[in-house]
T-cell receptor, first 111, second 115 residues
Framework: QQQVKQSPQSLIVQKGGISIINCAYE??????FPWYQQFPGKGPALLIA?????SEKKEGRFTISFNKSAKQFSLHIMDSQPGDSATYFC??????????FGQGTRLTINP | KAGVTQTPRYLIKTRGQQVTLSCSPI?????VSWYQQTPGQGLQFLFE???????NKGNFPGRFSGRQFSNSRSEMNVSTLELGDSALYLC??????????????FGSGTRLTVV
């Protein structure tokens, strides 16, 4: 119940394309769903986050879609750029509790 | 605005030794969490401190411990190091106001290698 399942493990997208990463969770108590971006040698950096009272949140080229009934959420990166090549992690938490992370997706944007 | 600072960036230790890692959170952040990142297990929660009290604890053996000081700086200690403790140890600070979490900011981590 504590798990967050993330897919795919790796993803290759052409420059200008749309990158889509999916996550699923079981614990309905989760109330905070962030996405993190991590470059080699760096810690994860918060990209965008959503709470379950909204179905979509957009910040620039990054959009979270949230489906509460299906217990799924996804990250869409529009107009993907080579600089977006990184590892992306979804996560979930509830209240003041710990973050539970997905296993990560290694995204490669081909120029 | 300074970010989360972790020291040292790299450490090499021998099996059986102990190690202390340090984390300075963003000014004003009273919550500090520690995570272990490995290729096999991903990001796993170690513990969280808030106002000098351990508020949450993950599923790690007692060899892993931590503490937080009055200035919110935190340290984690690993005793009797094992080869499997080799990992990137990440610290994250967060701002909680009236129970609302405004998000976690991670440091760049300490890369620990146990030989």
């Amino acid at each position: 119940q504590q798990q967050v399942k993330q897919s795919p493990q790796s993803l290759i997208v052409q420059k200008g394309g749309i990158s889509i990463i999916n996550c699923a969770y079981e614990n309905t108590a989760f109330d905070y769903f962030p996405w993190y971006q991590q470059f080699p040698g760096k810690g994860p950096a918060l990209l965008i986050a959503i709470r379950p009272d909204v179905s979509e949140k957009k910040e620039g080229r990054f959009t979270i879609s949230f489906n509460k009934s299906a217990k799924q959420f996804s990250l869409h990166i529009m107009d993907s750029q080579p600089g977006d090549s990184a590892t992306y992690f979804c996560a979930a938490s509830w209240g003041a509790q710990k973050l539970v992370f997905g296993q990560g997706t290694r995204l490669t944007i081909n120029p | 605005k300074a970010g989360v600072t972790q020291t040292p960036r790299y450490l090499i230790k021998t099996r059986g030794q102990q190690v202390t890692l340090s984390c300075s959170p963003i000014s004003g952040h009273r919550s500090v969490s520690w995570y272990q990142q490995t290729p096999g297990q991903g990001l796993q929660f170690l513990f969280e401190y808030f106002s000098e009290t351990q508020r949450n604890k993950g599923n790690f053996p007692g060899r892993f411990s931590g503490r937080q000081f009055s200035n919110s700086r935190s340290e984690m200690n690993v005793s009797t190091l094992e080869l499997g403790d080799s990992a990137l140890y990440l610290c994250a600070s967060s701002l909680f106001v009236q129970g609302f979490n405004y998000g976690y900011t991670f440091g760049s981590g300490t890369r620990l290698t146990v030989v």
